[in-house]
């Protein structure tokens, strides 16, 4: 078996000749073949072996694999990996994924002539990096704890000289702050962007994040100043991380949506 029969199939002689491929799709977009059976019979891993052995003594190479395949091949994630449409060996698959652009073609219509009325169109058709800066991707986005924490205005903690039964006193306060840096240093990158969401309606850290403290148990955020409300009657930080939790993930069903 040949660097060449890896991509065209190669024989299997059980008294008949068969053909059997390891990779299908299209050229450039090649991926392995989902057969049990190959599996079964380590033939990817034979195949494996004969690709090193050739790079190593300067035989053919194997072109026309998926950037996807090889991207995971080398040790990247599958969620970070870019997959194309042609991708998908499947013809009525991709069908149905193409279908996914044709529901919306209104939608995008109407979103095209709205950028047109700013008068910025032109600009974005001819630079293709204006595209980029337009819609940029939200994994590009900056959700990293230091940057959350850096456009954060922070309460000051007054002093309890004053006899005003309303103000909190400044370890309350200095508590909740507490609290809440240590959430966002833990916090993952999905429960940023879902804080983020609930704090602002926006997934990217505005350039002012209010805090404020409020007497009560739950959060509350105005998205139209960026004020995050901190409850004062959380006393523990396990109890202020659950409660958190809950609120944030009630973003998805509130704003932007109708």
């Known amino acids: 078996m040949t660097i060449e029969k890896l991509r065209t199939g190669f024989s299997l002689n059980f008294g008949v000749a068969d053909i059997t491929l390891l990779f299908e799709g299209e050229q ?16 990817f891993v034979v ?6 052995h050739s790079f190593l003594h300067g035989g053919p190479l194997l072109p026309g694999i998926s950037p996807a395949i ?8 599958i969620e970070t990996a870019e997959i ?12 149905t994924i193409q ?33 980029k800066v337009l819609f940029p991707r939200a994994s590009d986005a900056e959700y990293g704890p230091e940057v959350i924490l850096q456009h954060i205005v922070w309460p000051v903690a007054e002093s309890d000289d004053d006899d005003d039964d309303d103000r909190l006193r400044p370890e309350v306060v200095t508590r909740q702050i507490q609290f ?64 958190l939790h809950a609120c944030a993930n009630t973003a998805s069903t509130g704003f932007g949506l109708v």
């Open 47 to 52: 195949a494996g072996r004969m690709i090193g």
């Open 180 to 243: 809440l840096r240590e959430y966002i240093q833990k916090a993952t990158t999905d429960q940023l962007q879902k804080l983020l969401t609930f704090w602002t309606g926006w997934e990217v850290p505005s350039k002012s994040l209010q805090v404020k403290i409020w007497r009560g148990r739950f959060f509350k955020a105005s998205t139209c100043s960026r004020t995050l409300m901190l409850p004062a009657d959380i006393l523990t930080m396990g109890d202020f991380t659950s409660t």
């Open 99 to 131: 279908l996914v652009l044709y529901r919306t073609k209104c939608q995008v219509k109407q979103l095209r002539c709205g950028i047109k009325e700013t008068k910025i169109w032109p600009f974005i058709t001819e630079r293709e990096d204006a595209v």
């Open 70 to 77: 090889i991207h995971v091949l080398v040790g990247g994630a």
């Open 28 to 43: 450039d977009h090649l991926v392995p073949c989902c057969s049990q059976t190959l599996l079964d019979s380590d033939l």
């Open 84 to 95: 194309h449409l042609k991708d998908c060996p499947d013809l009525d698959q991709r069908h």
